[in-house]
């Protein structure tokens, strides 16, 4: 969801003709390839930021003993009746069943909702825009017979930090000008789910190395009945927006993208095989420069994205039905789930330099956001102690 973005982390984005030749990167990490899979794949949402620093609560605590009481004796095995997810072949079948259904027909809904604040130096965060998102997935068999091919859409929408309404335009407070909102639309975005981790990102066909294919274990952990799953991932990637072509819109010629996920599963649920998809909730938070339609250009700072994020198996189930319902009303195709595998499969970066054109500049030098610089009370603070001091 992308973010929607899916959000979404977009990998392998290159404007074509932007680099001469294809010339190999560095390959990601083992980390960071066992985290490629999870970077967008929809996802959680709710109740995932309930416990952390608060006092225990006596449903807090029926629920700790439900989940094999509040000592070591918790069960942390992560072998199952069903599922073994100390092999390749039982976290090919959770990740299918989370991203999807088994069923191969039934249609996966994603979701994800929170804000999008700006950093810079010199100041505290700011809270920029809301963010919503859906994506309907759906799981498709593997030509090689083993595994699945797994097609999804998604669409994102920027929303009032006030009133939660979506915005077409928006006033930016950095640069004191109102801009376009676009919004993410990805369709498609595939990958497969194989007993291996997907290939590293091509980097828009810049990397073209192939490394040894690595068994699937992805980074599961157990407390009794409740399965978490944690994963994130480090990009840093050629940027399909080259300043020299997109100045407004363009952070740099690479982006520094991070991306982590928290998934909360139900252990008894995930180990049933009469259930062929398992809903869970969770959250998603992502780093990345300056979204484009802000025409931030190379204005210091980045953005982060801090969402709830989840996956169900009925629309009815999704937490943002007015979403549901302006997609309903906009773009309803992107409530059906694609019934075949398609290409290109693009990241959103990719789609915006494919479907939007460079915001004009007036004169030569390319428009910026004004440095902040700390406090008054503290420079004089500060220049009180030099004077004294020197």
């Known amino acids: 969801m ?5 959000p979404f982390c977009p990998t392998g984005e290159h404007k074509s003709g932007q680099i001469a030749s294809p010339v190999a990167l560095p390959l990601p990490s083992l980390a960071e390839r066992r985290s490629q899979m999870h970077r967008r ?17 006596p449903g807090m605590a029926q629920a700790m003993d439900r ?24 976290n090919r079948e959770a990740w299918a069943r989370l991203l999807g259904n088994t069923d191969m027909q039934s249609t996966k809904y994603g979701f994800a909702e929170g804000i999008i604040q700006g950093v810079r130096p010199n100041e505290a965060l700011r809270d920029l825009v809301g963010f919503t998102m859906v994506s309907a997935a759906r799981l498709l068999p593997h030509e090689d017979g ?20 979506i915005l077409r335009e928006w006033e930016n407070p950095y640069m004191g000008e109102t801009v376009k909102v676009v919004p993410i639309a990805n369709d498609p975005f595939n990958h497969t789910i194989t007993n291996f981790y997907p290939d590293p990102p091509s980097y828009g066909g810049l990397n073209t190395q192939k490394p040894p294919k690595i068994p699937l274990m992805l980074d599961f952990r157990r407390r009794g009945d409740m399965l978490n799953l944690f994963s994130h991932i480090n990009l840093f990637y050629p940027s399909a927006l080259q300043p020299a072509q997109w100045p ?17 599963i139900d252990w008894n649920a ?21 979204l484009p339609w802000m025409l931030m250009g190379p204005s210091e700072g980045h953005c982060v994205y801090q969402t709830f994020m989840g996956a169900v198996d009925s629309i009815d189930k999704l937490p943002n039905p007015a979403t549901v319902e302006y997609i309903r009303a906009n773009n309803p195709k992107y409530l ?7 290409e ?31 406090p008054d009370w503290w420079q004089r603070m500060k220049a009180a102690r030099q004077q004294q001091g020197g």
């Open 248 to 264: 407004r819109e363009s952070s740099g010629e690479f982006n520094r993208v991070t991306e982590t996920f928290l998934y909360f």
């Open 270 to 290: 995930m180990q049933d095989p009469s259930i062929t998809s398992v809903e869970y909730n969770g959250t998603w938070s992502r780093v990345t420069p300056w």
């Open 146 to 165: 083993i595994g699945y091919r797994k097609v999804l859409r998604e669409i994102g929408f920027y929303t009032d930090i006030k009133t939660g309404e």
């Open 41 to 57: 794949d929809f996802l959680a949402g709710g109740a995932a930021a309930t416990a952390a620093g608060l006092t225990l609560t």
């Open 67 to 90: 989940m094999g009481g509040m000592g070591g004796s918790m069960d942390r095995s992560l072998t199952g009746d069903f599922l073994d997810l100390t092999k390749p072949e039982g």
């Open 2 to 6: 992308h973010p929607p973005c899916r």
């Open 344 to 374: 290109p499969s693009l990241s959103s970066l990719e789609w915006y330099s494919r479907e939007q054109t460079p915001a004009p500049i007036e004169g030569d030098e390319i428009p910026t956001a004004p440095r902040a610089e700390l």
């Open 336 to 342: 059906e789930a694609p019934e075949k595998w398609e």
